[in-house]
């Protein structure tokens, strides 16, 4: 399922939403023109390394930035164009209504906080790993917590591969966000699982980081003023 839009009106400019589209855009752009070297060398520096965090890597630690600062700049890397394209949709839709409902500020400390306790989510679960952790789909699963507390009645227009056939229909954001949830963490479940069962780390998607930024979006948004539409 594929979120194409949904249907709540906003009374301000999302600015703080399309800046930071913009930027993911930016740093992606500026990624294109590395060469493979240069770009593993860019993740371990920017993205989150969970053994580097854990100060337990036998990979060097990045001298550049302090290790916590990654928490924040992975939020801007993407491995690829379908990674940023899904994660700038996923925000453009969703992320405008809880810009409206927080105000500028309050969203962007909101947005970025997300991020960073999705990425310890997922660091908490494999501390020892040393594969990259980045992307923005940690904070914009906060936005989706916080989305699917204020509109779960919003009717989100949505694109449904049926084989061969596509097809689009209205559902309702606490039935889209919820199936989204659930599926976050049960693979986040399932992927413990695999790797407890084969003994070693398997790459690929940050499930634990998706659950985490989900649940944690859900709590913060409510306590930076969520429903009471404050900027």
Known sequence: MVPLRDNNPITITPYVTYALIGANIFVFLYQLTLTPAELEQFFRSAAVVPCQLSATCPIP???????????????????????????????????????????????????????????????????????PSLGASGAIAGVMGAYIL???RAQILTLIPLGFFITTVRLPAIFFLGFWFVQQAFYGVADLQARSNIGMESGGVAYWAHAGGFVFGAILGPLLGLFKGSR
């Open 150 to 152: 204020c509109f779960p």
């Open 61 to 131: 630690a990045n001298q550049g930035l302090p290790e916590w600062m990654t928490l924040f700049t992975s939020q801007f890397l993407h491995g690829g164009f379908l990674h940023i394209a899904g994660n700038m949709l996923f925000l453009w839709i969703f992320g405008n209504n809880i810009e409206d409902r927080l105000g500028h500020v309050k969203y962007l400390i909101f947005y970025l906080a997300c991020g960073a306790l999705a990425a310890l989510t997922q660091w908490f679960f494999s501390q020892s790993s040393t594969i």
